[in-house]
């Protein structure tokens, strides 16, 4: 019986096993979660550790949120769990706790909880199952990348009990503030923050060459470069901009730790060091890294939509030069962050071109999202839902990043809340969007049951318009005049008829955070009592889907061959009640069953 829904794929039966290949033997015991070579516990260990950092990064959110919404109130419940350099016993926020809550927040979601999401755990897990691959290529490096991951959690952790508390200069640490111990009152926690940046990185780099070499040499047969599934892809571009990136702000970590510690003077004008340097090195990681943490979810997005609207991607081969030439421009446009510091205006000139050209190739693939579900057969489910929320999201925070592109308009709303706004539409309604996509998408494949969808639909609908009423207010306080990273904007006149804004933006994050427990509810009722899930309860049509949910010890019994192009695999041994009565599957897609 053929059934028509997406491209072909056959097993080889005279081709080694998968598990023939295999660099290790599997685990025992409590060393199976601790210290495992397996892909799919690595991806699971940082998804687990990410979640954990998610929360803590979500009540320091709340608690910034409560401020700027009352000031000078108690924080009800979480003000009492924070450390008292952040707040006092009746949990109200302190002079300086302010600014360390904002800096531990951003740092803390950028660093600990996006990028292990997106790369980590997606990454980890979904690679070698993609490319048909027992494992990856380097396991020890991999788990070794997983544990340097931890430790710099711990120094980003031990910052808030530092001697002076955590640091409060920002996630982007601008010197002088940062680098002269005189100004920096919170030294030691701001040290603290060097080590865990230079070491987290340092894992970003393990885990990025593994990537990189797994894709390339590890592929199954007939698997080339072209019929890579589109979330590869944008793994494989992220991790070269990791490796290109990540160096960069590891070595500015590191001479920032110096200038506090041991009387060096890279950034200290004092000594003959300039400030702005910093600007450009953290900047010239700082963009690149926008694209680090949207384009996996790109990538995501790309391949659970088809699904979903039943029919193949819309322009393949476009979506991934798409890709690429976002990583490329990612690296030429860093001082559009920097128009305020007194830069040439011709440098000005080049930057702001240059953050216009990158505008292309996003609105490419918005062109091939909307063209991928033009007249198809879409099933609301929660993980297209997610999907399409995310693409709109994306384009909201991307129209704002146009307007602040022109120079004269990024100097009027620079460090103001549209910043704050833009950054936000773009990586919570962008990455975290798709992160939950792919959560509910991948779920049966990763603990071989099904997530509770009257649950997720209430998760989905509570954030997008918490999210929505949390954040897009904030375009009209940057427009206001408010300014980022003040703690009682009721002290400035100008700013005091728009603080009903606030106290909405403030009902929308807590709205916001209340959704979120929704899902971790779902989450971990449905690993142990959701139903159980078919191999392939979406009628998907990439290689993860046609073993077994989740995957035995070393992927693949027996090593599949790639016949057709991306998305275009046969499912050997699928049985017809597979397809349930009257469901569409993609089309352009052979599916033998046997």
């Known amino acids: 019986m053929n059934v028509s829904v997406a491209p072909d794929i056959d097993i080889a039966l005279d081709h080694p096993s998968a598990l023939e290949n295999h660099h290790h033997s599997e685990k025992k015991g409590i060393m199976h979660y601790l210290w495992s070579y397996d892909h799919k516990m690595i991806g699971l260990q940082y998804l687990w550790t990410a979640f954990l ?34 707040a006092s016993d009746d949990g109200t926020i302190i002079p300086g706790g302010y600014n360390m809550l904002v800096t531990m927040h951003a740092t803390i979601m950028v660093f600990f909880v996006v990028m292990p999401l997106l790369i980590g755990a997606f990454g980890n897990y979904l690679i070698p199952l993609k490319i ?61 923050w060097g080590i ?24 199954a047969p007939g698997m080339t470069m072209f019929r890579l599934p589109l979330t590869v892809w944008s793994l494989l571009i992220t991790s070269i901009l990791l490796i290109f990136a990540v160096p960069v702000l590891s070595a500015a970590a590191a001479m920032l730790f110096f200038d506090l510690n041991f009387g060096t003077s890279f950034f200290k004008p004092a000594g003959g060091g300039q400030p702005l340097l910093w600007q450009h090195l953290f900047w010239f990681f700082g963009h690149p890294e926008v694209y680090i943490m949207i384009l996996p979810a790109m990538g995501l997005a790309s391949e659970i939509m088809p699904v979903f609207a039943r029919k193949p991607v819309f322009g393949y081969k476009a979506m991934v030069y798409a890709m690429a030439s976002i990583g490329l421009l990612g690296f030429i446009v860093w001082g559009h962050h920097m128009f305020v510091s007194g830069m040439n205006l011709t440098l000005s000139a080049t930057f702001a071109v240059s953050t216009m050209v990158i505008a292309v190739p996003s609105g490419i693939k918005t062109f091939n999202w909307l ?12 993980p297209m839902c997610f999907t399409l929320a995310f693409v709109s999201m994306f384009v909201i925070g991307g129209l704002s990043g146009i307007f602040m592109a022109s120079t004269p308009v990024d100097l009027f709303v620079h460090h103001t809340y549209f910043i704050v706004a833009h950054f936000h539409y773009v990586l919570f309604g962008g990455s975290l969007f798709a992160i939950f996509a792919g959560i509910y998408f991948w779920f049966p494949k990763m603990f071989g049951r099904m997530m509770d969808p009257t649950l997720g639909m209430i998760h989905f609908i509570a954030t997008l318009l918490f999210f929505n009423l949390t954040f897009f207010p904030m375009h009209n306080l940057g427009l206001g005049g408010m ?62 889907w046609t073993i077994s949910s989740p995957p035995g010890h070393g992927n693949f019994p027996i090593t599949p061959i790639v016949y057709n192009g991306p998305y275009e695999y046969s499912v050997p041994g ?13 089309v352009n897609v052979q599916l033998d069953i046997h």
Not at 374 to 382: A, F, L, P, Q, R
Not at 574 to 586: F, I, R, S, T, V
């Open 371 to 382: 063209g991928t579900v033009w007249k198809g057969s879409i099933e609301y489910t929660v």
């Open 53 to 86: 950092f998610f929360l803590l990064g979500g009540a320091l959110a709340m608690a910034v949120r409560y401020q700027l919404g009352f000031p000078n109130h108690s924080v009800p419940l979480i003000g009492r769990f924070l450390p008292s350099t952040l």
């Open 574 to 586: 699928m049985d017809k009640d597979y397809l349930p009565q009257n469901e569409k599957a993609p």
């Open 196 to 219: 865990a940046i230079f070491i987290n990185g340092l894992a970003s780099i393990a885990g990025a060459t593994n990537y990189i070499t797994t894709i390339i040499t590890m592929r």
């Open 132 to 192: 048909g691959a027992g494992d990856m290529a380097f396991p020890l490096l991999n788990e070794v990348s997983y544990w340097l991951y931890v430790i710099s959690g711990f120094f980003i952790l031990a910052a808030f009990f530092a001697p002076g508390g955590a640091p409060g200069t920002g996630w982007t640490a601008y010197a002088p503030l940062s680098a002269v111990a005189a100004y920096n009152q919170t030294q030691v926690g701001q040290s603290l």
């Open 483 to 544: 300014m980022r990273r003040i703690a009682d904007p009721t002290v400035y006149e100008h700013l005091r008829q728009l603080q009903p804004l606030n106290v909405i933006c403030t009902i929308g994050a807590f709205g916001l955070g209340l959704s979120t427990l929704v899902f971790f509810v779902n989450l971990f009722y449905s690993i142990f009592k959701g139903p159980q899930a078919p191999d392939n309860p979406w009628l998907a049509t990439t290689l993860e």
